[in-house]
């Protein structure tokens, strides 16, 4: 069965320090990854997507198949990052065209000012 | 102009009454979603339905019962909730089901006593 796994809880960094959000998962067949956020009071949200392969608010993620890992970084912490981070897995669901998206647990990221 | 609504915002019940949280978006999406996020964060899919038509149905306990009167409504009811039902339940939608990001709605917590 796939799985995604988020290790760390929580994450502090200071304001200004290089920030990465790990992410490893399980799947057997071709995975499709995405990060999606969740700040203070607001919904949870797509963040990025490994095809798109852009940089969103700052934030980078390249999927590394051999460490199946998908982790998300950002070179430069900002205080309006804090937030909660969710990796997600996307797989085909029973081949009826449809899609179900696996989450890691999240990691909380606080930036200390 | 709330894109993904979930009403109530929080239900506290008591263990074996029945409860119904209704979920609506008006984003013209064909496919909607409700995901149960536990209290260790996992957040993880319930159901899926495409324009009226259920197309996820994860190993979820049949006191569980979705119903779509229509594409913009998914609405989740539970009979003879226990302590563990306990929970944030978020619903979601996407613009089809092959499409890959989600848009969510903002959660109602259901605390069972």
């Known amino acids: 069965a796939q799985r995604v796994t988020q290790p760390e809880k929580l994450l502090s960094v200071f304001k200004g320090a290089p920030v990465e959000l790990k992410c490893n998962y399980s799947?057997?067949?071709?995975?499709?990854l995405f990060w999606y956020v969740q700040y203070s009071r607001q919904r949870l949200q797509l963040l990025l997507r490994?095809?798109s392969r852009e940089s969103i608010k700052g934030f980078t993620a390249d999927l590394n198949k051999g460490e199946t890992s998908f982790h998300l970084k950002k070179p430069f912490a900002q205080e309006e990052d804090s937030a909660m981070y969710y990796c997600?897995?996307?797989?085909?669901?029973?081949?009826?065209?449809?899609?179900?998206?696996?989450f890691g647990k999240g990691t909380k990221l606080s930036v200390i000012p | 102009d709330t894109a993904v609504s979930q009403t109530p915002k929080y239900l506290v019940t008591q263990m074996g009454n029945d409860k119904s949280i209704k979920c609506e978006q008006n984003?013209?999406?064909?496919?909607m979603y409700w995901y149960k996020q536990d209290s260790k964060k996992f957040l993880k899919i319930m159901f899926s339905?495409?324009?009226?038509?259920?197309?996820i149905n994860e190993t979820v306990p049949n006191r569980f019962s979705p119903k779509s009167p229509d594409k913009a409504h998914l609405n989740l009811h539970i009979n003879s909730l226990e302590l563990g039902d306990s929970a944030v339940y978020f619903c979601?939608?996407?613009?089809?089901?092959?499409?890959?990001?989600?848009?969510f709605g903002p959660g109602t917590r259901l605390t069972v006593t």
């Open positions: 799947y057997s067949g071709s995975p499709e």
């Open positions: 979601a939608s996407s613009l089809t089901r092959a499409s890959y990001e989600q848009y």
């Open positions: 997600a897995l996307r797989i085909i669901y029973s081949g009826a065209g449809s899609y179900q998206l696996t």
């Open positions: 490994h095809i």
């Open positions: 984003l013209g999406h064909d496919t």
């Open positions: 339905y495409n324009n009226k038509e259920l197309i």
